[in-house]
Structures are given as C-alpha cells and as structure tokens.
C-alpha cells in the first residue's frame, strides 16, 4: 500500500478519535480530516468536494423541506397522535415507533422515512413527558433494520443484486433476504427496546409540571362548533396528561365544571381553561378543533397561520397600566392580541378582557410576524421575544401536503421516467412550495446544513479509503487471518463490512467487499450466496457511529447525542446482528451448492 493509503488510515483514525472526545463539533473535525487529505494531495478538489453534489447530500436537503411542509400544516401532529399514540412504558413507547418505521423501511428509502419522524418523535416525546433521547437513536436503528427486510429496502441491496446478476447469478426475489433480516429485525427492535432503558441517554430535560411557575399562564380555549373534537372524551382529544399543562374547566353556558373527568365529553363552543407554561400552549394551539376564547384575534389582519406567540413583560412606562385590556385597547394601540397574563405565579381568574395591567405583567401575546421587531426596543415593555416553535399549524393546506408526500412515495417506488428518490424529493419540495404549505423563509429554516456538511464531508473520507487502496487493503489482510474455514470467513466479512461501513459509504465498503469475499469464496470451495446476503446485511449494520449511516446523523442532533453515546447502544446491536446472520445464512444458503 502507498503512503496516500497509510495517511488516509491515520486521518480517519484521528477524525474518530476527535468525535469520540466530542470536545470540537462533528462537522468541524469531518471537514478536517477532508481538508487534510486535500492539502497532502490524496484527494483531488473534484473528490474532496463531490460529495456535495451527491444524491444522498441533496436528497436529505429536499426532504428537509418536504417534512418542513408537513409540519407546517399539521401531518407531523397527526403521526404523532394517530400513529404512536400514547404508550405508558417506555419499552412499549419505543416498540410503539419502531415497529411502523421498521415496515416502512423495507419499501421506502431510509432517509424520507426518518426525515418524516423526527420532527413527529420530538412532539410525541414531549407530549409523553420523556426525553427525545431514548426514542430519536431506535428511530435510525428501526429504519436501517427494516431496510434488511426487502430488495428494494436499501440502494445497498439493489447494488449488489446488480453486480450479482450481471456475473451471471439468478434473480434475487424481493423477500429472499427476509430470511435472515426479519430475524435480526426482531432480534434488534427487541435488544433496543430492553437495552435502551439502561444504554441511551437521558438529556435534553422536557417540560416539567411545574403549576408554580412564575410564568405560567391561564389560558381559555373554545371548542370549535364545527371543528373534529365536538363529542370526544377529554382523553381521546389528547387534552388529558399534558406535559407542564393541566385542564382547570370547562365553561359550559352557565354551567361551571370546576374537576372534569378523562371521560367527560366536549360539546360545541365549550369554554376549556388551561394553566400552563408557555411551551404547552404552543403545542395547545395546534390542536385541531380548539380556537383562541376571544374575538379579538378574528380582527387582526394578519392569516392566523403566519401569526406567531410573544411574551412581553409590562413596564412601569406603558400607558395601559392601570387599564384593562380590553379598556385600554391593546389590539388597536399594538396590532396585536393578549391571550393570557402570568403575574408573579398565581392564577388570574378574570376574563382576558377584564385583566387590569400591572407593571411586571408577562403577556403572551398573539401577533404579525413584524411585531418583536417593532417593540422589541419600545419604553412599554421591558422585555419582548418570540417564543420558539409557536407558528400556527395552517390545517386548510394539509390536504395538499399528505398528497405531494403520496405522490412523492409513488414516484420514488415506480420511477416513472427513470426518476429516482432525488426527483421525487425535488418535486415534492418543489410542490410545497408551490402550493404555499411552506413559504421560501420557512423552508431555508427548515434545512439542518450541519447535517449536509457533515453527510458530504464523510462521503470524501470514504472516497480517500477507496482510491487510495486502503479499504481493501485492509480488507484483504483481516479475510487472510481466517484461512479456509468457511465459517470463520463469512464471520470476517461481515465484520470487515461492517467496519468498512462505518468509515466509507455502504454501497463503497459492499462493491469492495462484493469482490474480496468472492474471490475468498472461490478460493475455499464455497457457493458465494451466503457471503453474499451476508455482505447485504453487514452493509447495513451500521449503528456504532454516527457518520457511519446518514440516518444517524440526522437524529444526532435532536436526540442531544454524542459520539460515544452511539458506540455504548450500537456495539451490542452490531454484534448481536452479526451473530444472527452468520448463524442463518449458511442454513438458508449452504456453502455447498446443491447444484
């Protein structure tokens, strides 16, 4: 091997040891690492840069908005709700999510499906009152776990097939791999679900119910006459158990129900009183079928769904101390309306309306996306900012956003026109766009550009590994240590794959280990398909790093994780999988051909 491959090794090394730490950012040590190749000429600027025009960098980049359209006009809360439903364990919480997800692996990309559920896994998971952390890692796990379950699970699977095929081997079915994947689907969901109270982190605290906040806020709400929730139960409306937000009453007409039941039923233009803090109210107005408990937002000019929440805290200053709101006319005076007080912990039992201002009032406020702006520096209030998240859900375009994700689905497993997951993904970002289910601001928002740089800059660092002549360099020398034992050797490639697979791509580390095993198979006397579905499996079996499999990466960020955090909880996984394939294969596909 050359120099060019010994640097590459020593690189990467570095690069690992340096995540490992997770003292510097993970996009700065990959960059690093590329540009350090590039400096020493062992990468050219065309490969040190090509992974920023690959399908995979651009097919996340589009999914980021697609998703954002989603969101946007509540598809993610409707996941949330209807799919993982509300588990009391957390062992059956994280069964709950990674069941479907694993299933729709096996027939969708990996990475639309994650895309899809991250952003639903982080509502649920504060709905539940739990971390993000415990669920965000199985959602990655189940979906490289159910990409083993088909043909078409993977890019990995069908890339091999190909080069299976054209070396004259006979079809591969669809579900011909689910001999040994369905196995170590099971096997993996169930280590996840057992391991994970012991083995994932807990971090990123959610929402504490905490009623003596000195920010927490009596908010009303009105059951929308003709909106979904006329005739639910508190409990199947989702009203009950609130993280950090706990249901007073309900205004009936006249009537007063001071301590309601999970069991009690909604009726049109109930009044439904809420104490709470700030960050439960957002989630409070995105629930379909509730509408704010006054008349004054109807009268703003701005579409309710471009409207965003403020906290602003009353000054001595203001004119309207000492007023009433509604005698002060706060809507008129600031474009904008009140939809609750905190003062100083304790609950305000007047209407909205009623409320006579005080200095040292926190508002949350309803107003146009200009308003912090425009007071952020006025002598009326001592404090004014926009509470994160707090965009109304703009449910009128849901139904445009659900078809553009069917049709992208339909166009990504049919390709029309040779169209493959980018186009699919460019035309449904396209699309949401174009039918205003997200707006261009919204959609540059959307996009986790770390992640992209970070997905590009691996992608040099694998390209290094195979043009250099390291990767199978390596390879080669680990598969000579088994000599001819069949057994042995299929074990050292999957466990060479899967190494590979954590430091190049996995369609790289399964075409050079597609030709090693080969020849290998061919040395000892052995029938290739066992090694190859092997090599299938052992591709995808990429959970110890987080740059080893884009879908990790992509929930390192919203689970809080580390590098290290990884390697604890995917280790295991890794060997257990192992264990499973190479048991199996050779039962399913013996090493001595029957023909």
């Known amino acids: ?4 491959g010994w640097l590459t090794i020593t690189v990467i090394g570095l690069v690992l040891v340096f995540l490992v730490q997770g003292r510097i950012a993970t996009d700065v040590v990959v960059v690093a690492g590329v ?40 598809g993610i809360a409707w996941v949330s709700r209807h799919v993982l439903g509300r588990p009391k364990s957390l062992p059956r919480a994280q069964m709950r999510l990674m069941l479907p997800v694993a299933a729709m692996s096996a ?11 991250i952003p639903a896994v982080a509502d649920w998971s504060r709905r539940m009152g739990r971390s993000a952390s415990r669920f965000m890692m199985p959602l990655s796990y189940a979906a490289i776990l159910g990409g083993t379950l088909t043909l078409i699970g993977t890019s990995t699977n069908l890339v091999l097939s190909g080069l299976w095929e054209s070396g004259g081997g006979e079809r591969i079915g669809l579900f011909e791999i689910a001999w040994i994947g369905l196995p170590v689907a099971l096997v993996g969901i169930a280590y996840v679900a057992l391991a994970g109270q012991f083995l994932l982190p807990e971090r990123n605290p959610v929402i504490g119910r905490d009623e003596t906040d000195a920010r927490a806020y009596t908010v009303a709400m009105e059951v929308d006459p003709r909106g979904p929730l006329v005739g639910q139960t508190i409990e199947s409306a ?19 129900l001071p301590a309601v039941g999970p069991q009690e039923r909604l009726q049109a233009a109930d009044r439904l009183v809420f104490v709470g803090i700030v960050d439960s ?10 509408l704010p408990a006054t008349d004054q937002t109807g009268k703003l000019p701005v579409a309710r769904h471009r409207r965003t929440l403020v906290e602003a805290v009353v000054s001595s200053d203001c004119p309207l101390v000492g007023l009433s709101i509604r005698d002060g006319r706060f809507r008129t005076r600031y474009n904008a309306v009140v939809l609750a007080v905190a003062r100083a912990g304790s609950r305000i039992q007047q209407k909205i309306g009623d409320i006579v201002l005080r200095p040292g009032d926190t508002l949350l406020i309803e107003a146009g996306p200009s308003f912090t702006e425009m007071h952020r520096f006025s002598r009326d209030f001592l404090l004014v900012s926009q509470v994160q998240r707090s965009h109304v859900v703009h449910w009128e375009k849901a139904g445009f956003a659900v078809a553009i994700l069917l049709a992208m689905v339909l166009i990504a497993v049919f390709a029309p026109f040779g169209w493959g997951m980018l186009e699919a993904a460019l035309l449904a970002a396209g699309a949401m766009l174009a039918f205003r289910c997200v707006t261009a601001t919204q959609a540059r928002r959307a996009v ?20 250099t002549g390291a990767a199978g360099f390596l390879a080669g020398k680990l598969i000579a240590l ?36 080969a020849g290998a198979a061919e040395v000892i006397g052995a029938d290739f398909k066992p090694f190859l579905f092997t090599i299938m499996m052992a591709a995808s079996a990429s959970f110890v790093t987080p740059i080893g499999y884009q879908t990790n990466l992509m929930v390192m960020g919203p689970g809080g994780y580390r590098f290290g955090d990884y390697v604890r909880m995917g280790l295991p996984l890794n060997l257990v999988a192992g264990l499973v394939t190479c048991s199996l294969a050779p039962l399913v596909w013996p090493f001595t051909s029957s023909g």
């Open 1 to 4: 091997m050359t120099w060019e």
């Open 35 to 74: 540009v350090l190749l590039l400096l020493a000429g062992v990468l050219t600027p065309e490969e040190a840069l090509a992974g920023m025009a690959s399908t995979g960098m651009l097919t996340v980049a589009a999914l980021y908005v697609v998703v954002a359209g989603l969101q946007r006009t509540g």
């Open 107 to 117: 027939f969708l990309n990996n990475t639309p499906v994650v895309a899809l559920f």
């Open 238 to 256: 989702g009203l009950r158990g609130l993280p950090g937000l706990f249901l007073a009453e309900i205004l009936r007409g006249d009537r007063l």
């Open 281 to 290: 109210i957002v989630d409070l107005r995105n629930v379909r079928g509730l």
């Open 448 to 467: 986790d550009w770390q992640v992209l740089l970070v997905i590009a800059a691996s992608l040099g660092l694998g390209k290094a590994m195979e043009v």
């Open 482 to 517: 088994a000599g001819e034992d069949p057994w042995l050797t299929l074990l050292m490639v999957y466990l060479i794959t899967t190494m590979l697979t954590e430091i190049v791509t996995n369609n790289a580390a399964a075409v050079l280990m597609f030709a090693i095993a």
